[in-house]
């Protein structure tokens, strides 16, 4: 008997996430982080791409199908955060939360959705495909410091001979003080 329940369940199952797979959202979602660099597949997504994707379809496709798009996604909205449709739901919120303490280099933060945020953060230093978004590790942080006018002289002098920016001068004699 126990066999015969077992055997229909995992039919169930089976069925139920075909019918998923052939979802639409299920389909936009992969092709979006796909073609973003987010996630592998030797599926063919490629006409469901669309440059704007609601954040609801992705957690959807997260919960029914395919549960490697919620690891991925808290990363991919802080990375590319226009490229997203935003709705008003609890879900939706935690998400915000969760982007925040990426956005904020947290080592402990919020995680979403069962998925730990140490499993989260990895995706921040993933490389993408486009080659227009920088890594965390590699983001320029802005600073401002008050100097003396004859510094500021002496800096455009060095600026001028090396011909680098002021950032690059400021960060190549940090780098020889260093050693």
Request: with cysteine; net charge positive.
């Amino acid at each position: 008997m126990n066999n015969k329940k077992l055997i229909e369940q995992i039919k169930k199952a089976a069925l139920k996430d075909d019918k998923n797979r052939k979802d639409i959202r299920f389909k936009k979602a992969m092709a979006f982080l796909v073609r973003k660099g987010f996630l592998k597949t030797n599926m063919n997504f490629e006409n469901y791409y669309q440059a704007k994707i609601k954040i609801k379809d992705l957690i959807w496709a997260g919960k029914n199908v395919e549960p490697r798009i919620l690891e991925v996604l808290p990363a991919a909205v802080a990375r590319l955060p226009r490229a997203f449709i935003f709705d008003t739901t609890k879900d939706t919120k935690t998400l915000q939360q969760v982007v925040c303490d990426l956005n904020e280099n947290k080592v402990n933060g919020t995680g979403f959705l069962k998925m730990p945020y140490e499993k989260i953060k990895v995706w921040m230093n993933l490389p993408l495909n486009d080659g227009r978004t920088k890594i965390t590790e590699n983001k320029k942080i802005m600073r401002t410091f008050r100097l003396k006018p004859e510094t500021i002289h002496k800096m455009e002098l060095l600026k001028n001979k090396n011909g680098t920016s002021e950032a690059a001068l400021i960060e190549s004699l940090v780098e020889k003080a260093i050693l």
